[in-house]
């Protein structure tokens, strides 16, 4: 009698586990009825935070926004996505390139059409082909994003220095401050994302600028970063390093750090995306000034360019519990007001327009750059697949490293890109 | 000393539980003790349902995955037989990973289980402080490893208290790009692990060395013999079954090591740390190509497999020697 009892309770527990190991409801995925989950990176944690609250309050739908690293969240939502258990609404990077880029999504079938939201008729035509996959979007552009060197003006001013607008003057600059003891632009070389951004700051002004079918050009395979002015990229990050631009150990120096190191004053800038500029001033003494300024490429100030783009974007679960709140919320994310909440709190630039959104005047090159076109998209925004990028990150440590030079880099990034 | 009487009564040697002749006259009478067997397999089935459905199905479906194309979250997943293997042998990047995952493990293998048992012969001494001491030693296993890497990533930035420590005491000419520069880098990991786990090797070590006869020791004083000839000739021997068992953790610790890598380094600089499990996440996770780096999985798997079984087998052999 026991020996059945046991037995009862062995199939008993089969059953359970086979409950359990079959079901793709882990009970952390989406809301539903007056509640939605929504997704963010680390960067937007305030901004998704304070427009969350906005919306709550207009609509009574109650919000829970978790937010985490990029890393992190492109694995963590991934995974949620393959098992159904992603946020109503999540972040999207725009474009390709990235594991979490829209083309990469919408091509899994992961997030739902918004074509028919009022939003997608105004999208700027610059962010169209980033926002939308055959025809159809798919992600609601929220903020504009742009790469420059944030600079502590309250430091240079103390050191009696000016922001350098060619690349001589640059280079002259790092030696200054380097003789000064102070560093010139603080690297985060031991943050993977960060060591992009030079490459990115300089690649407007060399290669898409005078190039602008550069892109294009790459995805009908007519040229090779190995053989264009991509050398020219590298080889003057290069030459930055070696006029000792960046402090000691730069390859041993991670993002909080560099930062860390403008708002106090060691270094005189980094070059970051803008929504940086709000980490860097919590970390500054009160009335601390910065600026985001175009990084100089070339002896003509005239040809410098900015790299800007479509900056957050999001998406609605293509199988969220609560597509109804979920739809709600990017209206909302995509109104007059919502675009305010949304980029006040990041140093942003609304992507579709507000009429009621101040800009931080750390923001006014990018702005005006933004307005005469001269500007070009992140660079992997229009690469066809996520290694392009991750072996960009490698290879520029190893380049710094002295481990490899400019051409041997990029054969290693054209190989990536060549797998499509 | 007692003797048995030549002849048992009858009706005592049935009684007696002690005699092997009667347990077995019983058991096959009756079949007791094999019944008693079958029923104590019975608690085991739950537990391995559970198992069998919560890791070793979803394993074997996992793997499954390794013959396929699949980027990890589309609904398509092309067969392809063995060609993520085939691209695994001319990837060079995955030839260096896994001629670095094995100089980390066996690095920390040979390190930290010296460390650990230069520990225990110290704890194990008669001095006063010796359970603080065993407290404190073993203290920064028991904290999870992210949380420490992180913690010695701090202290290895270039500003940090490391470099500063090095500095303030006159030794500035040792301060290093500790984590940034490539051949350092891999040994500041290293350290770090033999850091957190030399403890636990030591508690292995001790909990095995309070079991050795202190009669056997006391006359080897007596013999003469000298610290070394003592932990050689009888301690060493002792400690088989201690060491069998720490160098087989250590082995497969080091082999599947990720978490203190990618806080610390995330495979850089320059790949110079990747790791076979940085490798496979990256492939997994970051390129977008999940069955690739299932494939990596599966080979650490069968290098793991290999080298601890193998492992054991000498070892076992040293234990029976």
């Known amino acids: 009698m026991r020996y059945r009892a046991v037995v009862t309770m062995a199939i008993g527990a089969a059953v359970v586990a086979s409950v359990a190991g079959c079901s793709n409801d882990t009970g952390g995925g989406g809301g539903g009825g007056d509640t939605l989950t929504w997704a963010t990176v680390t960067s937007d944690k305030s901004a998704a935070e304070e427009a969350a609250a906005a919306f709550e309050a207009e609509t009574g739908i109650s919000v829970e926004v978790t937010a985490s690293g990029v890393d992190e969240y492109q694995t963590t939502t991934r995974t949620q996505l393959s098992s159904g258990t992603a946020p109503d609404v999540f972040f999207v990077w725009a474009g390709d390139g990235n594991p979490m880029a829209m083309q990469v999504v919408s091509d899994a079938g992961l997030v739902a059409d918004l074509s028919d939201m009022d939003f997608a008729s105004r999208i700027p035509e610059g962010f169209k082909s980033v926002s939308q996959n055959g025809g159809k979007t798919y992600t609601a552009p929220i903020s504009s994003a742009g790469i420059g060197s944030a600079f502590n003006l309250t430091a240079m001013e103390e050191n009696g220095w000016t922001i350098p607008t060619t690349w001589s003057d640059t280079l002259a600059f790092c030696g200054q401050a380097k003789a000064a003891g102070k560093t010139a632009f603080a690297l985060a070389g031991a943050t993977p994302w960060n060591t992009q951004l030079i490459s990115y700051a300089l690649a407007p002004t060399l290669v898409y600028g005078p190039d602008p079918d550069f892109a294009a050009q790459m995805s009908a395979g007519d040229v090779t970063f190995a053989d264009s002015a991509w050398v020219d990229v590298l080889d003057k990050y290069v030459a930055m390093q070696d006029a000792g631009c960046f402090q000691e150990n730069a390859l041993g120096t991670v993002y909080e750090d560099a930062l860390d190191m403008v708002a106090k004053g060691e270094a005189m800038a980094s070059v970051q995306v803008n929504a940086s500029l709000a980490a860097i001033r919590q970390g500054a003494p009160d009335g601390t000034e910065f600026t985001l300024a175009p990084v100089p490429a070339t002896d003509d100030e005239s040809q410098t360019r900015m790299a800007a783009a479509m900056g957050a974007a999001y998406g609605i679960n293509a199988k969220a519990k609560n597509p109804e709140g979920a739809k709600k919320l990017i209206e909302f994310l995509t109104s007059d007001e919502g675009q305010s909440v949304y980029n006040t709190p990041i140093a942003a630039i609304p992507a579709l327009g507000s009429s009621t959104f101040e800009p931080d005047p750390a923001l006014d090159s990018l702005l005006e750059y933004l307005e005469t076109g001269k500007t070009d998209p992140f660079m992997d925004q229009l690469w066809p697949n996520a290694k392009v990028q991750q072996v960009h990150f490698e290879v520029v440590q190893q380049l710094l490293a002295g481990d490899v030079d400019a051409k041997g880099a990029l054969s290693q990034m054209d190989a990536a890109y060549a797998e499509g | ?321």
């Open chain 2, 1 to 321: 000393m007692t003797t048995l009487p030549a002849a048992v009564p009858a009706e005592l040697e049935e009684r007696s539980p002690a005699s092997p002749e009667s347990a077995r006259r019983r058991t096959g009478r009756r079949g007791g003790l094999h019944r008693g067997t079958s029923k104590l397999w019975v608690f085991i089935i739950p537990a391995a349902v559970f198992y069998l459905f919560i890791v070793l199905w979803p394993s074997i479906q996992g793997a499954g995955l390794a013959f396929t194309d699949w980027d990890g979250i589309s609904p398509t997943r092309a067969f392809v037989g063995i060609d993520n293997f085939i691209q695994l042998v001319n990837d060079p990047k995955a030839a260096g990973a896994i001629g670095r995952t094995l100089l980390i493990a066996f690095t920390i293998t040979i390190v930290q289980n010296a460390v650990g048992l230069l520990l225990a012969l110290g704890v194990n001494s008669r001095i006063k402080s010796r359970n603080l001491l065993r407290v404190l030693l073993f203290a920064p296993a028991i904290i999870t490893p992210v949380a420490t890497a992180y913690l010695w990533q701090n202290l290895f930035s270039p500003n940090g208290a490391i470099n500063a420590l090095l500095e303030g005491v006159g030794l500035g000419a040792l301060t290093q790009n500790w984590l940034g520069d490539g051949d350092v880098a891999i040994w500041a990991i290293c350290l770090v692990v033999i850091w957190q786990f030399a403890g636990y090797s030591m508690v292995i070590f001790l909990a095995n060395m309070q079991g050795i006869s202190t009669e056997v020791i006391e006359a080897s004083y007596v013999d003469g013999a000298g610290p070394f000839r003592r932990f050689w000739s009888i301690i060493r021997p002792e400690l088989a079954p201690s060491i069998t068992i720490n160098l087989m953790l250590s082995i497969i610790g080091g082999l599947k090591l990720f978490d203190q890598v990618w806080v610390m380094t995330g495979g850089g600089p320059g790949g110079s740390t990747e790791t076979m499990s940085t490798l496979l996440y990256k492939n997994a996770f970051q390129f977008g190509d999940f069955s690739y780096g299932i494939a990596i999985a599966l080979v650490l798997t069968v290098l793991v497999a290999i080298l601890s079984s193998g492992q054991y087998f000498v070892l076992s052999r040293q234990n029976k020697d």
